[in-house]
C-alpha cells in the first residue's frame, strides 16, 4: 500500500442547497504533486480549507499524515497545522508587518526558543530561496504580485511544511511570472521533499507539476491520472480543460 | 378592506419578528464572543509586545483628538453656563459645576464616544480587511490563535487606555475650562483648583473611572466582533467599521445608564 500523506474519503459540504462536495475521493502519496482542476465555482478552495478545517466537512472522512484531522481537538489542529503549508491565492501576506515580520510571524508562535540570530538566518534563506533578500524591510503594499506570491511561498515554507496546499498559485500573474512562480515550487519542493496539493485551472501548472491530475466536476473526482492519461481521455468534461471545448 | 388590513398586519408581524431575530442573532454573538475572550485571554501564552503595539495605536494616537475635544467641550461648557449662573447671581460656583459635570458624566461618556468613532471603527475595519483577504485565515492555517492574537490584544489594550483617556481629557477639560472663566473674570489658577477639588469627592471620581473600563471593554470587542464577522468584500468592510461605531455607542449609553442606576444603589450620587 502507498504511504499516502492525505486521505480523503466521501467529503461532502454543502452551503444551503448547493452541494460543492458531494462524496469526493482523494489520495495523495507521500514525495508527490496532485494537482486538482475544476471549474470556478467547482469547490476547489473548499476542498483544501477543509483539509486543514478553515471549514467544517458536512461528512466524510480527512486523515493527514496518519491522523484523522476531523477529530482533533484546537490544540492538535494546531500541532497538524504547523506540518502543513497553505499557500492562499491572493497570498494573504499581513499588511501592517513588513516581509521580514511576516516570515518571523509563524517562527515566533511555534519555536518559542528561537535566537534572533536564528530567526535573521532563516529568514534570510528563505528570502534567497525565493530571489526577494532585498524586499525584507519592505511592506506588502510596495510589492508585485509576482513578489507576494514569493513572499507567500517562503512564508508557507519556513516552518518546513510536510505538505503544501496551493491554491491558485497563478491566478493573476501573467504567463511568464506564473512560470517563474511554478518553477520555484517545483524547486523547492525538490529542496524540502515536499508533498503537495495544487488547486488550479491553469494547464500549465498541471503539466509541469502534476504526478496525478484529479479533475473535480459535481462535487467528486471526477477523472484521475497522469497528465498524459486524462489528456487522451475522451470524457467531456476532462476534455474541456485540455481542449477548451465547452 | 379585511384582508389587506391583515396581510399588512402579517407583513409588519413578519418584519418585526425578523428585526428581533436580527437583534437577538446580534446580542447571542456578541456574547459568544465575550465569552471567547474571557476563555482565549486566560490562556497562555500572551502576546505581550502586541498588546503595547496596541495601547500604543489605542491610546496614544487618539491622544491629539480627545485632547482637543476635551479642551473644547470644558471652554464650551463653562461659557455656556456663565449667563445662566450670573442670572442667580451664583458665578463663583462655575468651577465646581463644570469640574462635577464633567468628571461625573461628560469626560467619560464624551471621550467615550470620540473613541468609539476612531477606535471602534478602525479595529472594526482592520480586522474587517483582514478578514476579507484572508489574512486572518492565513494566521489560523499557521497554527496562530488568531483571536488571541488580534482580539484579545485589542479588547485589553481599549479596555485599559480608556480610563487613561478619561483622566486626560477630564484634566484638559478643567483647564480649558479655567482659561473660559478668565476669559471675562480674574481667576489666580491656585484659587482654580481649590475650588474644583473642594468640590469634588471620591465619589464623583470612583464610579465615573470604573465606568470608564467598560465603556473601553466594550469598544474593544464591539469592533472586534464585527471586524472578525465581516462578510466578503469591500462593502462588508464598510459596514463592518460603520456598525462597529453604532452598536458601541449604543452600548456606552447603555452602560452609562446601568452605571447610574448601580451607583445610585450604592449611595454614591
Same mark, same amino acid.
Given at each position: 500500500?502507498?504511504?499516502?500523506?492525505?486521505?480523503?474519503?466521501?467529503?461532502?459540504?454543502?452551503?444551503?442547497?448547493?452541494?460543492?462536495?458531494?462524496?469526493?475521493?482523494?489520495?495523495?502519496?507521500?514525495?508527490?504533486?496532485?494537482?486538482?482542476?475544476?471549474?470556478?465555482?467547482?469547490?476547489?478552495?473548499?476542498?483544501?480549507?477543509?483539509?486543514?478545517?478553515?471549514?467544517?466537512?458536512?461528512? =466524510?472522512?480527512?486523515?493527514?499524515?496518519?491522523?484523522?484531522?476531523?477529530?482533533?481537538?484546537?490544540?492538535?489542529?494546531?500541532?497538524?497545522?504547523?506540518?502543513?503549508?497553505?499557500?492562499?491565492?491572493?497570498?494573504?501576506?499581513?499588511?501592517?508587518?513588513?516581509?521580514?515580520?511576516?516570515?518571523?510571524?509563524?517562527?515566533?508562535?511555534?519555536?518559542?526558543?528561537?535566537?534572533?540570530?536564528?530567526?535573521?538566518?532563516?529568514?534570510?534563506?528563505?528570502?534567497?530561496?525565493?530571489?526577494?533578500?532585498?524586499?525584507?524591510?519592505?511592506?506588502?503594499?510596495?510589492?508585485?504580485?509576482?513578489?507576494?506570491?514569493?513572499?507567500?511561498?517562503?512564508?508557507?515554507?519556513?516552518?518546513?511544511?510536510?505538505?503544501?496546499?496551493?491554491?491558485?498559485?497563478?491566478?493573476?500573474?501573467?504567463?511568464?511570472?506564473?512560470?517563474?512562480?511554478?518553477?520555484?515550487?517545483?524547486?523547492?519542493?525538490?529542496?524540502?521533499?515536499?508533498?503537495?496539493?495544487?488547486?488550479?485551472?491553469?494547464?500549465?501548472?498541471?503539466?509541469?507539476?502534476?504526478?496525478?491530475?484529479?479533475?473535480?466536476?459535481?462535487?467528486?473526482?471526477?477523472?484521475?491520472?497522469?497528465?498524459?492519461?486524462?489528456?487522451?481521455?475522451?470524457?467531456?468534461?476532462?476534455?474541456?480543460?485540455?481542449?477548451?471545448?465547452? | 378592506?379585511?384582508?389587506?388590513?391583515?396581510?399588512?398586519?402579517?407583513?409588519?408581524?413578519?418584519?418585526?419578528?425578523?428585526?428581533?431575530?436580527?437583534?437577538?442573532?446580534?446580542?447571542?454573538?456578541?456574547?459568544?464572543?465575550?465569552?471567547?475572550?474571557?476563555?482565549?485571554?486566560?490562556?497562555?501564552?500572551?502576546?505581550?509586545?502586541?498588546?503595547?503595539?496596541?495601547?500604543?495605536?489605542? =491610546?496614544?494616537?487618539?491622544?491629539?483628538?480627545?485632547?482637543?475635544?476635551?479642551?473644547?467641550?470644558?471652554?464650551?461648557?463653562?461659557?455656556?453656563?456663565?449667563?445662566?449662573?450670573?442670572?442667580?447671581?451664583?458665578?463663583?460656583?462655575?468651577?465646581?459645576?463644570?469640574?462635577?459635570?464633567?468628571?461625573?458624566?461628560?469626560?467619560?461618556?464624551?471621550?467615550?464616544?470620540?473613541?468609539?468613532?476612531?477606535?471602534?471603527?478602525?479595529?472594526?475595519?482592520?480586522?474587517?480587511?483582514?478578514?476579507?483577504?484572508?489574512?486572518?485565515?492565513?494566521?489560523?492555517?499557521?497554527?496562530?490563535?488568531?483571536?488571541?492574537?488580534?482580539?484579545?490584544?485589542?479588547?485589553?489594550?481599549?479596555?485599559?487606555?480608556?480610563?487613561?483617556?478619561?483622566?486626560?481629557?477630564?484634566?484638559?477639560?478643567?483647564?480649558?475650562?479655567? %482659561?473660559?472663566?478668565?476669559?471675562?473674570?480674574?481667576?489666580?489658577?491656585?484659587?482654580?483648583?481649590?475650588?474644583?477639588?473642594?468640590?469634588?469627592?471620591?465619589?464623583?471620581?470612583?464610579?465615573?473611572?470604573?465606568?470608564?473600563?467598560?465603556?473601553?471593554?466594550?469598544?474593544?470587542?464591539?469592533?472586534?466582533?464585527?471586524?472578525?464577522?465581516?462578510?466578503?468584500?469591500?462593502? =462588508?468592510?464598510?459596514?463592518?467599521?460603520?456598525?462597529?461605531?453604532?452598536?458601541?455607542?449604543?452600548?456606552?449609553? %447603555? %452602560?452609562?445608564?446601568?452605571?447610574?442606576?448601580?451607583?445610585?444603589?450604592?449611595?454614591?450620587?
Amino acid at each position: 500500500m502507498a504511504d499516502n500523506v492525505i486521505e480523503i474519503k466521501g467529503l461532502k459540504k454543502s452551503f444551503g442547497e448547493n452541494h460543492v462536495l458531494d462524496g469526493f475521493d482523494l489520495n495523495v502519496p507521500r514525495g508527490n504533486n496532485v494537482v486538482v482542476l475544476g471549474k470556478s465555482g467547482s469547490g476547489k478552495s473548499v476542498l483544501i480549507k477543509c483539509i486543514v478545517r478553515l471549514l467544517e466537512p458536512d461528512e =466524510g472522512s480527512i486523515t493527514v499524515l496518519g491522523e484523522n484531522v476531523l477529530e482533533m481537538d484546537h490544540d492538535e489542529l494546531d500541532r497538524m497545522r504547523v506540518r502543513i503549508g497553505f499557500l492562499f491565492q491572493n497570498s494573504a501576506l499581513y499588511d501592517s508587518m513588513t516581509v521580514r515580520e511576516n516570515l518571523e510571524f509563524p517562527m515566533r508562535r511555534h519555536w518559542f526558543d528561537i535566537t534572533k540570530e536564528d530567526a535573521d538566518q532563516r529568514v534570510n534563506e528563505a528570502l534567497e530561496n525565493v530571489g526577494l533578500l532585498y524586499a525584507a524591510d519592505m511592506m506588502p503594499a510596495d510589492l508585485s504580485g509576482g513578489m507576494r506570491k514569493r513572499i507567500g511561498l517562503a512564508r508557507t515554507l519556513i516552518l518546513r511544511p510536510e505538505i503544501v496546499l496551493y491554491d491558485e498559485p497563478t491566478t493573476g500573474l501573467d504567463p511568464i511570472t506564473g512560470r517563474e512562480i511554478v518553477e520555484l515550487i517545483m524547486d523547492l519542493q525538490q529542496k524540502y521533499n515536499t508533498s503537495s496539493v495544487i488547486i488550479s485551472h491553469d494547464m500549465q501548472v498541471a503539466r509541469m507539476t502534476a504526478n496525478s491530475v484529479v479533475v473535480l466536476a459535481d462535487g467528486k473526482n471526477h477523472a484521475q491520472g497522469t497528465f498524459d492519461q486524462l489528456k487522451a481521455s475522451t470524457d467531456t468534461q476532462v476534455k474541456q480543460f485540455y481542449e477548451g471545448v465547452t | 378592506m379585511f384582508w389587506r388590513a391583515n396581510v399588512f398586519t402579517f407583513g409588519s408581524n413578519m418584519s418585526k419578528n425578523s428585526a428581533w431575530k436580527e437583534i437577538f442573532d446580534e446580542v447571542g454573538g456578541i456574547s459568544y464572543f465575550t465569552a471567547r475572550f474571557f476563555r482565549e485571554g486566560l490562556r497562555p501564552r500572551y502576546e505581550w509586545q502586541e498588546l503595547l503595539r496596541q495601547c500604543y495605536i489605542i =491610546g496614544y494616537k487618539s491622544l491629539p483628538l480627545v485632547g482637543i475635544t476635551a479642551a473644547i467641550m470644558g471652554m464650551v461648557l463653562t461659557v455656556q453656563s456663565r449667563p445662566t449662573l450670573e442670572e442667580f447671581g451664583a458665578e463663583s460656583w462655575l468651577p465646581s459645576m463644570v469640574a462635577i459635570s464633567v468628571v461625573r458624566e461628560i469626560g467619560p461618556v464624551i471621550t467615550a464616544l470620540i473613541c468609539a468613532g476612531k477606535i471602534g471603527s478602525s479595529i472594526g475595519a482592520e480586522l474587517g480587511s483582514m478578514k476579507v483577504t484572508e489574512q486572518i485565515d492565513a494566521m489560523e492555517v499557521s497554527g496562530t490563535n488568531p483571536f488571541k492574537y488580534l482580539v484579545v490584544t485589542r479588547v485589553l489594550a481599549a479596555t485599559l487606555m480608556l480610563p487613561v483617556l478619561v483622566v486626560l481629557a477630564d484634566g484638559l477639560a478643567l483647564y480649558s475650562s479655567y %482659561i473660559g472663566v478668565n476669559l471675562k473674570d480674574v481667576v489666580s489658577f491656585k484659587l482654580y483648583t481649590n475650588q474644583v477639588f473642594d468640590s469634588l469627592e471620591y465619589s464623583d471620581f470612583l464610579p465615573a473611572f470604573v465606568k470608564s473600563y467598560f465603556f473601553g471593554f466594550a469598544i474593544g470587542i464591539v469592533g472586534c466582533y464585527k471586524g472578525f464577522n465581516s462578510k466578503k468584500g469591500t462593502e =462588508g468592510v464598510g459596514h463592518s467599521a460603520n456598525s462597529a461605531v453604532v452598536v458601541a455607542s449604543l452600548a456606552i449609553f %447603555i %452602560i452609562d445608564l446601568i452605571a447610574v442606576q448601580f451607583t445610585d444603589l450604592l449611595g454614591l450620587n
